[in-house]
């Protein structure tokens, strides 16, 4: 009999195509031969089946073991992260699905635009013998956050409908919800107040601890992913800038190209003689690679033209690799010493 | 294969034997301690509505409260005794004459990162005196406290004494308003340990406080002088009417447009917190830095209290207190004033008080809060205060510093039927020697001699009887001394006695 497969949970609907379009950047193609259909396959790595679910079960999935690894919005990890709970955040941030938790109150409260002013409010509410009422999905975040600024007086109300509908309809005081635009709660005559937000929160990869450590088959398939996943993240902020420099000797093209910039790659320049074609073009070309961040990609231009350098091409790196993968070491750590 | 084992609520304990029995070793003896100044018992319910230490007990508890809604109704486990006492005094016992002394022991819960002194769930044993002012039933808490230190051997336990008055007054000169007060209030213990931390919490209060927000918003000040001088009502309809007309609905909601914009109208005119912040801070760091030794600190008070013009009536209190306290024991004690002590509760009004072990670690704590009953609901104003020891962190401090060993063993004799026929009259006997006072085990096993023995031997019994048969029919029961290694045949009628005689001689070899 075969080894059980890996099992990974998918979030459908919002970041479904997101996550699809990230795990194919990490040479990790799902392949979902119907797209209505709940399975389907990583052709890279035979032995991980994917499943599609709504990302606010894929925690509790990941929990009882349903599933080994899933990705979801770190909101849905952080609303239900347990102490006791058999998951461990794998990878925190995936560089997708980016969105707050905010707390928004009605336009209409020309009074308040900070926490404090909340804390006020809810205060005197109290003294009214009402409490402030505040609509959410995330009621863990909310109580705790307002606790930790000093709103104490608050009743929650745990709804899952249209949240922003709820203070228009009277329902509600307050919302505490997601917005990655701020455009639904304009629409809805709400806006977020200073210091109010609860979270930052983007797409990560969790697992269970407690299953990947049971299956070295499981794990070693977790580590392929995690190598890959973790390499393409290193990879995405930056550019491979190469340049052809003329000049006497390699040393001399360093130390110039050093003293123009302070880009000098992940590991100092990459320094290569560069072979004419025609065999009277006496000069001495060095092609200089540089690893530069896609932010800094026209200083580093600069910088090399500064150099002498001539024919600068940019490409995007794919994958960055290290001596290790970190997430995977990290994930071995604590299902050794579960206890920490 | 799946782990059937359900493990313990992280933080919590699990008291095991051994444990328990010193425990209640020392629950017994700080009750007794107690009851000598007149404290008589109470146990309010572990489970209290969330809203009673909502009330005073401060606003960083809430977050440290275990909280939950049952069926619609906001409940928790109580985080500490002193509001659930004063509840059940303004709930049954305001027609009794005052003061009321009371005394409690038992379970409270907070939900903190669990340390190697710091669980979730722990034992506050302490006492309420309700109904008296003063530096009399200051001394006498604090007299208390020391006497349950005394009863259970703590050698080397620090006083901390403080006084939450001066800093009451400076905040009221200052005219700060009620939560900014409490903010001050709350930071103090944390600028008592980090002092260098000074300006960070000015800025972090005034942050919390709204400081700068208003002044960013422009020309707001001409609006709101505008509408000033409409007049109050004026002004909310005048207010009212514009926002309408700009398409914001001010109705609806819990809050009526009047509010929304008095709120609005009252923001614009706060002054900026921040130099009542840092004088407040100034202040504790002053107290801070002088604080010491009666002797030397209470003169050094009595120049920054005037230094900030305020009265030194917290001083006069707590000295006082100190002096009553004295006269109690007459020895001397380890003992610093700082009146930048704060606790961690916000209900208190006066002298407030901990108690550290030789490690630094709290192990008890108390004040004075007189206006607890007012806010619960009590009929008349009544001055009250308190304290309670932290049972686990008593128990460690006694640990460390006087090891208490577990009485071993449990008990005196180990009875065994031969056969099952003989039990009837084996637990005849063991009744007969539980009645004497000896604390027997019988048999329920009914395991061969051989095992038995092992089982006493294991279990440190110093007597075996076994019966059976022959011994039932001779009148007579099979005694085996344990640590001589010798059986003899005692007559029926003679077993009680030879048992205490036994148990007697062990006791005086053992003090001996």
């Known amino acids: 009999m075969s080894a059980p497969p890996l099992r990974m949970a998918l979030p459908s609907k919002g970041m479904e195509e997101e996550t699809i379009a990230f795990l194919r950047a990490c040479g990790l193609p799902v392949d979902r031969s119907n797209p209505r259909q709940y399975r389907a396959r990583v052709s890279t790595l035979p032995d991980v089946e994917v499943t599609f679910q709504r990302a606010g079960d894929i925690f509790a999935e990941v929990d009882d073991g349903s599933v080994d690894l899933g990705i979801t919005g770190y909101d849905v990890v952080a609303e239900f992260r347990r102490e006791d709970d058999q998951v461990n955040v794998l990878l925190p941030e995936l560089g997708y699905g980016r969105c707050s938790l905010v707390l928004a109150a009605p336009e209409a409260w020309i009074d308040v635009s900070s926490v404090h002013d909340l804390s006020e409010v809810a205060a005197s509410i109290r003294a009214a013998g009402r409490d402030l009422r505040i609509a959410t999905k995330y009621p863990n975040l909310t109580r705790q956050f307002l606790y930790d600024h000093g709103v104490n007086y608050f009743s929650l109300l745990e709804s899952s409908g249209a949240l922003e509908a709820a203070p228009a309809l009277g329902s509600a005081d307050l919302i505490a919800d997601i917005t990655s635009s701020g455009v639904t709660l304009r629409e809805n005559r709400l806006k977020t107040v200073a210091g109010g937000t609860i979270l930052h929160s983007e797409a990560c990869l969790i697992g269970n601890r407690a299953a990947l450590g049971r299956s070295a088959h499981k794990l070693e398939n977790t580590r392929l992913m995690l190598e890959a996943m973790e390499a393409y993240l290193r990879a995405r902020p930056y550019l491979s800038v190469t340049a052809n420099v003329e000049g006497g000797t390699a040393e001399t093209v360093a130390r110039r190209v050093i003293a123009h910039t302070d880009l000098a790659g992940l590991q100092g320049p990459t320094i290569a003689r560069v072979f004419p074609k025609s065999a009277d073009d006496d000069a001495d070309w060095y092609a200089v690679t540089v690893i530069v961040p896609r932010d800094r990609l026209q200083d580093a231009v600069d910088a090399l033209r500064r150099a002498g350098a001539a024919d600068i091409t940019a490409t995007q790196l794919s994958y960055v690799f290290q001596s290790k993968a970190w997430s995977y070491e990290a994930l071995l750590r604590t299902i050794q010493a579960p206890d920490e | ?137 200051d001394a006498e808490v604090l007299a208390v406290a020391r006497h349950g230190l005394d009863a259970m051997h703590v050698a080397g336990a620090r006083f901390v004494v403080g006084h939450l008055g001066a800093v ?91 509010e929304i914009v008095e709120r609005l109208l ?247």
């Open chain 2, 1 to 137: 294969m799946e782990n059937l084992e359900i493990q313990r609520v992280r933080g919590t304990n699990d008291v095991l034997p051994e444990e328990r029995l010193l425990q209640e070793e020392a629950l017994a003896r700080l009750g007794e301690v107690f009851a000598l100044y007149g404290y008589a018992p109470i146990d309010p319910p572990v489970l209290e509505s969330t809203d009673l230490f909502l009330r005073k007990a401060g606003e960083e508890i809430a977050a440290r409260m275990y909280s939950f809604t049952h069926w619609n109704r906001n409940l928790c486990l109580r985080p500490e005794f002193t509001a659930s006492i004063i509840r059940a005094y303004v709930n049954h016992l305001q027609d009794r004459p005052l003061p009321v002394r009371l005394r409690y022991a038992g379970p409270t819960f907070r939900y903190e990162k669990p340390g190697l002194v710091r669980h979730r769930q722990f034992t506050e044993v302490g006492v309420e005196c309700i109904g008296a002012e003063g530096a009399a039933a």
């Open chain 2, 168 to 258: 009451f007054e400076l905040l009221a000169q200052l005219g700060m308003p009620a939560r900014a007060q409490s903010l001050v209030i709350g930071v103090m213990d944390h600028l008592s340990r980090a002092p260098g931390e000074a300006e960070r919490v000015v800025e972090r209060l005034a942050a919390m406080l709204g400081a700068g927000e208003e002044r960013d918003s422009g020309d707001d000040g001409g609006l709101a002088e505008l509408l000033r001088s409409f007049g109050p009502e004026g002004a909310a309809r005048v207010a009212g009417d514009l926002l309408e007309r700009a398409n914001f609905s001010l109705s609806g909601g819990s809050r009526s447009p009047s």
């Open chain 2, 266 to 512: 009252l923001k614009w005119h706060r002054p900026d917190p921040t130099p009542a912040l840092r004088r407040a801070v100034d202040f504790i760091g002053e107290l801070r830095s002088v604080a010491g030794p009666p002797m030397e600190a209470l003169p050094a008070l009595r120049r920054v209290l005037a230094d900030f013009g305020l009265h030194d009536g917290p001083v006069r209190e707590v000295e006082a207190a100190l002096e009553y306290f004295d006269a109690y024991t007459g020895t001397s004690l380890d003992l610093r004033v700082d009146l930048s002590l704060a606790r961690g509760l916000r209900y208190y009004t006066g002298l407030v008080f901990e108690v550290y072990d030789e490690d630094g670690n709290q192990i008890a704590g108390g004040g004075r809060y007189d206006d607890l009953v007012r806010a619960l609901g009590g009929r008349a104003p009544t001055p009250a205060c308190g304290f309670s020891f932290g049972l686990e962190r008593l128990l460690a401090a006694v640990q460390r510093t006087a090891p208490v060993a577990t009485p071993d063993p449990l008990v005196s004799a180990l009875l065994v039927p031969v056969e099952a026929a003989d039990y009837g009259e084996v637990a005849a006997l063991a009744a007969e020697l539980r009645r004497g006072g000896i604390a027997v085990e019988v048999d329920v096993r009914f395991r061969g001699m051989k095992a038995n023995l092992r089982h006493a031997d294991r279990r440190h019994i110093p007597i075996v009887l076994a019966l059976g048969e022959r011994e039932r029919a001779e009148g007579v029961v099979a005694l085996r001394d344990m640590s001589a290694f010798d059986e003899a045949r005692v007559a029926r009628g003679e077993v009680v006695g030879a048992v205490l005689a036994r148990v007697r001689a062990g006791t005086r070899a053992e003090a001996g």
